[in-house]
């Protein structure tokens, strides 16, 4: 969940490194660090704990000249955020530095053999002991540092993206991967590299990319092509990509905190997601992964998503669409336990996995479980090129650009919407759908973007009622059939950047248990559109406030009955049942944001949380 960068090349490498770091700084901003080998070869490291800013101050007054570097923003596994546990980590004679994304799962006997062999260590980390173990080997076997990092490889357990300095090599860094993502981009004639956690801190210096494989060993070297080898030294022939990230993607655009503008670029992202996969007359919907393998996903008897938080609520919605309208039974997952459970899985079976990122590391682990179980697997993922859409058998993209702020919101609604094409294109080969209602949804998705533009428009008016929110220290969240995982997701929203503790339910299940809780301090969300619930969720509205509950409603426009009852209204245009998860959750992505902002939080960097989940 760290963020990795590197630059080699003609330039300053400290403005580049620190401009990547602030870009990657969603994976991870407990403490942050950079080193740099200068013109004298000194090899120097700089660090502290808190966010790039502080490690910027930090080093106004060092010396940061020299045109190669890596540097590192973290997430704080082994040991607490510090100074000392920073990366990047020397090695005992503080000729090599290393940083690392990942946990090396045997480190503590390693360390153990270490420190019976004389080797001193300065920090709590897993990552010191990689470095550690790496120059021992170097100096006791007499080897260059290639040959030592591919023999420490062999020794350890874990996950890990890493990249080293040595200061005896001043033009060189060795970068490796496994389970833990790494992106080296090349400049013009070799004249340039640059490495990457993601593209994002790389597309403004070149276009030009290559996704490391699980056991690949990266060696730039100024002006040499770029070598590629396995752990055994067996050379490797990477394919060089194009990325297609414009940089305006990546930056705040002029919005206050880049939740704001992901919520706000909704529209034009599911118009791009839709764009290419229905038909101009609106009549035909089409995906190559259907066209491709039509068999396999025709002929499953059992759909199985698995995912993680907000892609394990879309995957609730998939569930509901694909049952309804394909017939086929589905299993909802979420990937960390099916990993550990020895699940029963089958040729017969569809395995589904949902990541934003594709590097969610107990979602790959689950693709990996499924497909040794031989089932088809196919993957639904935002970031092209990365771990999970080349594990899988096929997928589709979602298409929605980057997602910078930590609390997912466009990918979310990128998401239930490519499950919603893949249902149609399912049900519409095993022909479960009738064609009046294929049609009608296929018109309703294309109607989504102007009608989220539309709740958009509402946005100074749930900016001003999240004023009245900011006391509440719990919030309940109520909604059914299809709304009930969009009532999950706006907790999850809520808890994550408010730190307000915040619960989803089923409406119904209120009466289970929930109801006890329910007094004038404890505001309750209920998604009131007018569907064949609606009765349901009024009945389920006059109980909370029988017992003095304040409710905000998610109510249909034109709605003239729990408008009377609730303490506050916000209207949503009206659309298909099924396609209510994607206007929905628009008033509950501002909501939990305002009400973020109100309380003066960092709704970008929430405490304790990363984007990107790479590790256990």
């Given at each position: 969940?760290?963020?990795?960068?590197?630059?080699?090349?003609?330039?300053?490498?400290?403005?580049?490194?620190?401009?990547?770091?602030?870009?990657?700084?969603?994976?991870?901003?407990?403490?942050?660090?950079?080193?740099?080998?200068?013109?004298?070869?000194?090899?120097?490291?700089?660090?502290?704990?808190?966010?790039?800013?502080?490690?910027?101050?930090?080093?106004?007054?060092?010396?940061?000249?020299?045109?190669?570097?890596?540097?590192?923003?973290?997430?704080?596994?082994?040991?607490?955020?510090?100074?000392?546990?920073?990366?990047?980590?020397?090695?005992?004679?503080?000729?090599?530095?290393?940083?690392?994304?990942?946990?090396?799962?045997?480190?503590?006997?390693?360390?153990?053999?270490?420190?019976?062999?004389?080797?001193?260590?300065?920090?709590?980390?897993?990552?010191?002991?990689?470095?550690?173990?790496?120059?021992?080997?170097?100096?006791?076997?007499?080897?260059?540092?290639?040959?030592?990092?591919?023999?420490?490889?062999?020794?350890?357990?874990?996950?890990?993206?890493?990249?080293?300095?040595?200061?005896?090599?001043?033009?060189?860094?060795?970068?490796?991967?496994?389970?833990?993502?790494?992106?080296?981009?090349?400049?013009?004639?070799?004249?340039?590299?640059?490495?990457?956690?993601?593209?994002?801190?790389?597309?403004?210096?070149?276009?030009?990319?290559?996704?490391?494989?699980?056991?690949?060993?990266?060696?730039?070297?100024?002006?040499?092509?770029?070598?590629?080898?396995?752990?055994?030294?067996?050379?490797?022939?990477?394919?060089?990509?194009?990325?297609?990230?414009?940089?305006?993607?990546?930056?705040?655009?002029?919005?206050?905190?880049?939740?704001?503008?992901?919520?706000?670029?909704?529209?034009?992202?599911?118009?791009?997601?839709?764009?290419?996969?229905?038909?101009?007359?609106?009549?035909?919907?089409?995906?190559?992964?259907?066209?491709?393998?039509?068999?396999?996903?025709?002929?499953?008897?059992?759909?199985?998503?698995?995912?993680?938080?907000?892609?394990?609520?879309?995957?609730?919605?998939?569930?509901?669409?694909?049952?309804?309208?394909?017939?086929?039974?589905?299993?909802?997952?979420?990937?960390?336990?099916?990993?550990?459970?020895?699940?029963?899985?089958?040729?017969?079976?569809?395995?589904?996995?949902?990541?934003?990122?594709?590097?969610?590391?107990?979602?790959?682990?689950?693709?990996?479980?499924?497909?040794?179980?031989?089932?088809?697997?196919?993957?639904?993922?935002?970031?092209?090129?990365?771990?999970?859409?080349?594990?899988?058998?096929?997928?589709?993209?979602?298409?929605?650009?980057?997602?910078?702020?930590?609390?997912?919101?466009?990918?979310?609604?990128?998401?239930?919407?490519?499950?919603?094409?893949?249902?149609?294109?399912?049900?519409?080969?095993?022909?479960?759908?009738?064609?009046?209602?294929?049609?009608?949804?296929?018109?309703?998705?294309?109607?989504?973007?102007?009608?989220?533009?539309?709740?958009?428009?509402?946005?100074?008016?749930?900016?001003?009622?999240?004023?009245?929110?900011?006391?509440?220290?719990?919030?309940?969240?109520?909604?059914?059939g299809f709304s009930y995982p969009v009532a999950l997701e706006g907790a999850l929203k809520?808890?994550?950047?408010?730190?307000?503790?915040?619960?989803?339910?089923?409406?119904?299940?209120?009466?289970?248990?929930?109801?006890?809780?329910?007094?004038?301090?404890?505001?309750?969300?209920?998604i009131a559109t007018h569907n064949e619930m609606y009765e349901k969720i009024l009945s389920?509205?006059?109980?909370?406030?029988?017992?003095?509950?304040?409710?905000?409603?998610?109510?249909?426009?034109?709605?003239?009955?729990?408008?009377?009852?609730?303490?506050?209204?916000?209207?949503?245009?009206?659309?298909?049942?099924?396609?209510?998860?994607?206007?929905?959750?628009?008033?509950?992505?501002?909501?939990?944001?305002?009400?973020?902002?109100?309380?003066?939080?960092?709704?970008?960097?929430?405490?304790?949380?990363?984007?990107?989940?790479?590790?256990?």
């Open positions: 969940m760290c963020g990795i960068v590197g630059y080699l090349g003609n330039r300053e490498a400290y403005p580049v490194l620190i401009k990547g770091l602030k870009r990657l700084e969603y994976r991870g901003y407990d403490s942050a660090g950079v080193a740099l080998i200068n013109s004298n070869d000194d090899l120097n490291v700089y660090k502290t704990k808190g966010k790039v800013d502080d490690l910027e101050n930090f080093c106004s007054d060092k010396d940061i000249t020299g045109k190669v570097g890596i540097a590192h923003t973290r997430w704080a596994t082994h040991g607490e955020p510090s100074s000392t546990n920073a990366h990047p980590h020397y090695s005992e004679s503080k000729k090599l530095a290393i940083i690392h994304n990942g946990i090396i799962e045997n480190y503590a006997e390693i360390k153990k053999n270490l420190i019976a062999e004389g080797v001193e260590f300065r920090s709590d980390t897993d990552t010191e002991v990689l470095i550690q173990l790496i120059e021992f080997i170097e100096i006791k076997k007499n080897l260059d540092l290639l040959s030592a990092v591919q023999v420490a490889l062999k020794q350890v357990i874990g996950a890990y993206a890493i990249a080293i300095l040595d200061k005896n090599n001043p033009y060189q860094i060795i970068a490796a991967r496994k389970q833990s993502p790494l992106v080296v981009g090349i400049g013009k004639d070799n004249q340039e590299f640059f490495l990457g956690s993601d593209a994002s801190p790389i597309v403004e210096f070149t276009d030009q990319v290559v996704y490391l494989e699980d056991g690949n060993i990266a060696v730039l070297r100024l002006g040499e092509p770029l070598k590629v080898v396995d752990i055994h030294n067996v050379d490797l022939n990477p394919e060089v990509k194009t990325v297609d990230i414009a940089l305006g993607q990546i930056e705040k655009g002029g919005f206050p905190h880049f939740m704001l503008k992901e919520i706000f670029e909704q529209p034009e992202c599911l118009t791009n997601c839709l764009r290419g996969r229905i038909s101009l007359d609106k009549q035909q919907v089409t995906l190559s992964a259907i066209i491709d393998y039509k068999k396999q996903l025709l002929s499953a008897k059992r759909i199985i998503i698995v995912a993680c938080g907000t892609s394990w609520h879309a995957a609730l919605i998939g569930k509901q669409m694909i049952e309804t309208y394909c017939r086929i039974p589905v299993e909802v997952e979420y990937a960390s336990e099916f990993r550990y459970r020895n699940p029963v899985v089958t040729s017969d079976d569809v395995v589904i996995a949902i990541s934003q990122s594709g590097e969610t590391a107990d979602t790959l682990a689950a693709v990996k479980l499924a497909k040794e179980k031989g089932a088809f697997i196919y993957g639904v993922c935002n970031a092209i090129g990365s771990s999970i859409p080349r594990a899988t058998d096929t997928g589709t993209y979602i298409h929605v650009g980057p997602e910078i702020g930590v609390a997912s919101t466009k990918a979310f609604t990128g998401q239930v919407t490519v499950l919603t094409l893949l249902a149609l294109c399912i049900a519409r080969e095993k022909n479960t759908i009738c064609d009046e209602d294929y049609k009608c949804i296929i018109k309703g998705l294309c109607e989504i973007p102007d009608k989220i533009r539309e709740v958009l428009q509402e946005n100074d008016r749930i900016a001003e009622l999240s004023q009245t929110f900011t006391y509440a220290r719990n919030f309940l969240y109520l909604g059914r809520l808890k994550e950047i408010s730190y307000i503790h915040a619960e989803g339910y089923p409406a119904a299940e209120m009466k289970h248990g929930p109801i006890a809780l329910i007094d004038s301090d404890m505001p309750c969300v209920v389920n509205i006059q109980e909370v406030k029988a017992r003095k509950g304040r409710v905000i409603a998610l109510v249909t426009k034109g709605d003239d009955t729990i408008s009377k009852i609730a303490d506050e209204v916000i209207e949503l245009p009206e659309t298909l049942e099924c396609l209510e998860p994607l206007i929905a959750t628009i008033p509950l992505q501002l909501l939990a944001y305002h009400v973020a902002v109100c309380k003066g939080k960092n709704v970008d960097q929430p405490r304790n949380l990363a984007k990107s989940v790479t590790v256990e």
